[in-house]
């Protein structure tokens, strides 16, 4: 797929990430990663430029996206594996229980060749009760209802700025341009407001900047803030609703606006560089210091002591 015009649009993760602008276009990741690490990464990372940026799924990835492709009823359907145990295994004939053995690492070539993901047959169900939890958690949260309003699943939102090229993928996009859209996260740790403030704070609220100023162009209106339904993957499988407060998103904001900068600048010289060349002094924190004063007092104790 190759898009020259702005818009709202449908297609694969595939498409999508392998972006579908002409010439290219920039994404939530590469400009977080031109922020925060440096413009040569950013070259490296993105698929029409440096073009390395392919991503190999391990399991806990593989387990969030089973699961946010249930929630969402889109993106890559699970197969669970066939392979049993040969018989000179002490569980011969008994499904296997990881992806260690040939026949096993085989199938799950061919399962991913077919664009769908492999998952183990004793841990299917267990992906199945943490959607529908997940579903059934968003549905009595009072921010989480508008989920399920009129709307569209991984919408791609492409738009232009001064000849560049951006794009988003929503993962779940209201039909209303004033209602909040979501962005689904799953996580191996806890979803607790507290727990999970720093991921927000660190990166989902560039997130919100970046997809709010994406719909702002393309709909014209202001949106409400990106809302994050967060998962965990496992039991009792409980739910949390995050989103970046006003102040959090003025930052992020501004951060979203040098990061766009700096990629012009990249773009129309052609020049991508690494981290500055200077050393980075490191100073000690506070609590650092306050730690040696103590240890120095204890030290003196014991030489009295040991007097």
Request: charged letters at 25%.
């Amino acid at each position: 797929m190759s898009i020259t015009t702005p818009g709202i649009y449908e297609m694969s993760a595939e498409e999508y990430h392998a972006d579908c602008c002409e010439p290219f276009s920039l994404s939530r990741g590469v400009a977080h990663m031109l922020l925060k690490e440096n413009p040569r990464k950013a070259w490296h990372s993105h698929p029409k430029l440096g073009g390395k940026g392919n991503i190999v799924p391990n399991k806990a990835m593989d387990a969030g996206s089973m699961v946010h492709g249930l929630i969402l009823g889109a993106g890559a359907e699970m197969q669970a594996l066939t392979s049993v145990y040969g018989p000179k295994h002490e569980s011969a004939g008994e499904p296997v229980r990881n992806f260690m053995t040939k026949e096993a690492k085989t199938e799950c070539v061919a399962i991913r060749k077919a664009g769908r993901i492999p998952v183990l047959a004793h841990e299917e169900q267990q992906i199945r009760d943490c959607s529908f939890a997940g579903v059934a958690q968003l549905s009595e949260h009072p921010d989480g209802k508008g989920f399920f309003e009129p709307g569209q699943a991984e919408a791609v939102v492409v738009w232009q700025e001064d000849g560049l090229w951006f794009r988003i993928m929503v993962d779940r996009l209201p039909d209303n341009p004033r209602a909040s859209p979501y962005d689904l996260k799953m996580t191996k740790m806890s979803a607790a407001p507290g727990s999970w403030d720093r991921r927000l704070q660190g990166i989902y609220a560039f997130q919100d900047a970046f997809y709010r100023r994406g719909l702002r162009a393309v709909r014209g209106v202001e949106p409400g803030p990106l809302l994050f339904p967060v998962v965990e993957l496992t039991e009792p499988y409980c739910m949390a609703m995050h989103a970046a407060a006003p102040s959090l998103r003025d930052i992020a904001e501004r951060q979203v606006e040098r990061a766009i900068r700096q990629w012009r600048t990249c773009v129309q010289t052609n020049n991508w560089p690494g981290y500055p060349a200077h050393t980075a002094w490191v100073e000690a924190t506070g609590w650092q210091i306050n730690q040696a004063d103590e240890d120095d007092l204890r030290d003196e104790f014991y030489q009295e002591q040991a007097a």
